[in-house]
């Protein structure tokens, strides 16, 4: 298949640096905003790109749960292949691509889990069947022989906890944080003369910074 004759021009929109606020934090809330209420769908839905020590990157759909003061928070099976590549390599890119506003963002800095308390906090306000699935994969990302197999461990998982009963946090499951250390916003533009603005956390305190975080440079970046 050739797609080489396949492109858009961006015309929606423009970025400009003199125009940023302070904090990108700020910025990443009101772009998130303006994607809800042009019902982007699953706007929050981001790919999360890690790599272990086998120096291979792979990259995979997870959700994005909350933004605190500091960085971005999702949940996962901390047994999958995600996992081992964090514990491995605790560093980790997420990217948001919202077509409609012809708009992305890409977040990198340091991950870990956040507090277990948290975590199971979240998980009981899964869905009954999310919960009840949670224990099915152990681990995630494991080989299984066939789906069946899969579908009669659930069965036996819904009748153990029944709807209306609580089902126990496993210990294999929780979140993690990202905590922001470079951010990039990137708006599409005629000509592929893209606007694309970067923070970056600054060394020392700064009347621009974000509560928690040591304060923010901007540099715009060629498309």
Not at 29 to 41: I, P, R, S
Not at 138 to 159: D, I
Request: aromatic residues 10%; contains cysteine; proline residues 5%.
């Amino acid at each position: 298949m050739d797609f080489t004759d396949q492109r858009l021009s961006y015309e929606k929109g423009e970025l400009d640096q003199q125009s940023v606020p302070a904090s990108p934090f700020e910025l990443f809330k009101g772009w998130m905003d303006e994607a809800l209420a042009q019902k982007v769908q699953e706007p929050y839905a981001m790919s999360l790109a890690t790599c272990g020590s086998d120096n291979k990157p792979s990259v995979r759909i997870v959700l994005l749960r909350e933004i605190t003061d500091t960085g971005i928070v999702f949940y996962t099976n901390y047994e999958s292949a995600k996992g081992q590549d964090v514990a491995e390599n605790p560093n980790a890119e997420v990217l948001f691509f919202w077509h409609e506003l012809e708009r992305q963002i890409r977040i990198s800095g340091p991950i870990a889990k956040i507090d277990a308390d948290k975590s199971a906090s979240y998980f009981q306000k899964r869905p009954h069947d999310s919960q009840v699935g949670a224990w099915v994969s152990q681990p995630q990302s494991g080989e299984v022989t066939n789906r069946e197999v899969m579908e009669q461990t659930f069965e036996q998982l819904q009748a153990a906890h029944p709807d209306n009963t609580t089902v126990p946090t496993p210990a294999f499951w929780g979140g993690y944080e990202i905590t922001v250390e470079n951010i990039e916003f990137w708006q599409g533009r005629a000509n592929r003369m893209h606007d694309r603005i970067i923070y970056t956390q600054s060394g020392g305190d700064d009347s621009k910074g974000h509560e928690g975080n040591t304060g923010w440079t901007t540099k715009r970046l060629l498309p």
